[in-house]
């Protein structure tokens, strides 16, 4: 059973930083694409960042230049470095991630979703 659990939430102040993890374990074959979405309260989940295999990012324009999106491909773990963070920041991240495991039934990739990790900014 693949699992992706997330860390490294919390409570900031304005321009404080925070640094999340996620890290994807079971019997995994691939990982194609990484990446954190967040849902604030009223909100619909949104994607924040992602990044794929070979190292290609894609963010978010309200993070551009704050935050950014990393993998450890050995380690099965996709991080995201949070800089500068505002009040707006504050939300439920959620690792996702395309992961294809043999124990599936079928060889493709499957979606899945970690349980999410509140970030909270304020002063």
């Known amino acids: 059973q693949v699992q992706l659990v997330e860390s490294g939430g919390g409570l900031v102040q304005p321009g404080g930083s925070l640094r999340l993890s996620c890290a994807a374990s079971?019997?995994?074959?691939?990982?194609?694409?990484m990446g954190w979405y967040r849902q604030a309260p009223g909100k619909e989940r949104e994607l924040v960042a992602s990044?794929?295999?070979?190292?290609?990012?894609n963010y978010a324009d309200a993070v551009k230049g704050r935050f950014t999106i990393s993998r450890d491909n050995a380690k099965n773990t996709v991080y995201l470095q949070m800089n500068s963070l505002k009040p707006e920041d504050t939300a439920v991240y959620y690792c996702?991630?395309?992961?294809?495991?043999?124990?599936?039934?079928?060889?493709?990739?499957?979606?899945?979703w970690g349980q999410g990790t509140q970030v909270t900014v304020s002063s």
């Open positions: 996702n991630a395309d992961i294809m495991s043999p124990n599936a039934g079928v060889l493709k990739y499957i979606n899945y």
């Open positions: 079971g019997s995994m074959l691939s990982i194609k694409s």
């Open positions: 990044i794929i295999s070979g190292g290609s990012t």
